[in-house]
Structure formats: C-alpha cells, structure tokens
C-alpha cells in the first residue's frame, strides 16, 4: 500500500516581498522563481524526491527518503542564497492528496502566506526509515499521443499550448477528484501524477474521460518504488513500451 510522504514549500510572505518598498522588475521576480525551483528540485532529486513548480510561490515535493534534518538543511541552504525565506509542512498517508492537505494545514496553522512574524517554520513528521517499502510511491507519468504530428508541427506555438493546457487540466481535476492523485504538468506533453493504490482500470477510465471531456488522447507509464525517482523511472520505462507497442496504458511493477 502506498505511503506517499509530501512536502508544501511555501515562500515565507512573499507577496508583499514583490511590491517592497515598490513592485519590483516582473522579469526579477520570473528568474528568482525559476532559480529556486531549480535548487529545490537539485536538492531533493539528489536525494531521490521530486519537486513541482505548481504555482512558484507554493511548490510540492514527493519527498521519501528525505528526514527532517534534510528539510532543515534546504531551508538554511536557501535562507542563507536567496532574499526569501521557506517554509515547509510535511505528512504522509496512503493518500497524496490527504496527504498534501495535511502538510498544507501544518503550515497554514504556523500562520499566515503573509504573516512577516513566520519564517523558516517546518512542521511535520516523515516515513521513518524503518517503515519504508518498495511500494510506497506509485506515480504515472502521462504524455499526449503523438504530440509531435498532431499539434506541435501542425498549430501554432500558442494553439499547441491552449491544447495541451486543456488536456492537462482536465486531467489534474478527474485525478483529484475521481482518484485521489496529485497531477503536475512537467514540460512538453508531459504530465507526472503521484496516486495511491490504482490500477490498470482506473488509468483507462481517467484517459477515457478526458478524450470525451476535450478530445486530448493521452497514454500513460505506471510505476512503483521506494522513492519518487523509483517510481517515476519505472513510470518513464512503462511509458516507453506504450510508444514502442501503441498500448495506452503500462504498468510496470
Ligand atoms: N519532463 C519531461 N518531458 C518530457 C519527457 N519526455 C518527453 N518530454 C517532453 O515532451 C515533448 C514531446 O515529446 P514526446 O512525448 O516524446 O513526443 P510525442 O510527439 O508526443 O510522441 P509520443 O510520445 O511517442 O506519442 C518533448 O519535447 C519534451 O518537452 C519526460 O520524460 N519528462
């Protein structure tokens, strides 16, 4: 059974941070952003996790394997580069998506996104060593079929954008909502989706739906691991025999 461990990582009242002491330069603001995600992402992927962009401000990362003294490290290691600050809520659960609700609540109690009273709080408890297994993490890692010839040599750049854009929102609301799973596009055609325990119908169902919702065909690689970087390497394996054998739908465990 899944036993998914998920960090919230939210930039310490950084709204008013933007506009202090007036707005600063927007293109400033995009290149720090890009900066520390790619850090988050460096840190916690040497360590086997994964971390999502989601909304810049907020990201989330699938974090197995990473203690609580890893996550205290990240925060100094960026408290002393950057001129932000983290904090960060961590919690694990069969469900991702209960999960992340309940790394989201340690941070929101810790007070507010625009609280300049908190800074660097880190809450939480993490998957002790003892107690990992080979199938904690379960991710899926989705790409539109042929993305290529259908869209990307045929459209416009930003026609191609609005097409995928719909497939990948459509997708991220039928996974929370019908499944349980936290869905996070990561460039391309690409869309990687942390789930809990499904199986090979649920995949059909979810590639089904959204043919129907916004006719985007989809095919997907599942896999299995310890860590995010397991499973999502097994996902990406699976994903590969959906493109050498033309199936929608490979689970690889
Ligand atoms: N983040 C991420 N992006 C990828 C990955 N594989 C492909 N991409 C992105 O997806 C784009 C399209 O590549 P493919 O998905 O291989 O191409 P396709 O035309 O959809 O062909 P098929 O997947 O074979 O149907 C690439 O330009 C990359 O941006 C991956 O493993 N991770």
Redesign the pocket.
């Given at each position: 059974m899944t036993n998914t461990q998920v960090t919230l990582v939210q930039i310490d009242n950084y709204g008013p941070w933007t506009v202090t002491p007036e707005p600063r330069r927007e293109a400033d603001l995009q290149t720090l952003q890009s900066r520390l995600y790619a850090d988050i992402s460096q840190f916690v992927g040497n360590r086997d996790g994964y971390t999502f962009f989601t909304r810049f401000d907020n990201m989330v990362a699938v974090t197995n394997g990473l203690d609580l003294e890893d996550h205290a490290l990240l925060q100094e290691s960026v408290g002393n580069r950057y001129p932000v600050t983290l904090s960060l809520g961590v919690a694990t659960g069969t469900s991702p998506v209960q999960a992340l609700a309940d790394a989201t609540e340690l941070v929101q109690e810790a007070g507010s996104a625009q609280d300049k009273n908190r800074r660097e709080c880190l809450e939480g408890r993490v998957v002790e060593d003892a107690h990992q297994a080979d199938d904690d993490i379960q991710i899926a890692?989705f790409?539109?079929?042929?993305?290529?010839?259908n869209y990307?040599d045929e459209l416009n750049a930003f026609d191609t954008f609005i097409e995928i854009e719909q497939g990948y929102a459509e997708l991220m609301r039928h996974m929370r909502y019908a499944h349980d799973s936290l869905s996070f596009f990561?460039?391309?055609?690409?869309i990687i989706v942390v789930c809990p325990d499904l199986g090979e119908a649920e995949y059909e169902e979810a590639i089904h739906h959204v043919q129907e919702a916004v006719d985007v065909e989809l095919?997907v690689g599942v896999g299995r691991g310890k860590s995010a970087h397991d499973a999502g390497f097994a996902a990406?394996h699976a994903l590969e025999t959906c493109?050498a054998d033309g199936t929608r739908v490979e689970l690889e465990w």
């Open positions: 890692h790409d539109v079929v042929d993305a290529t010839g990307t990561v460039g391309g055609d690409n095919q990406k493109r």
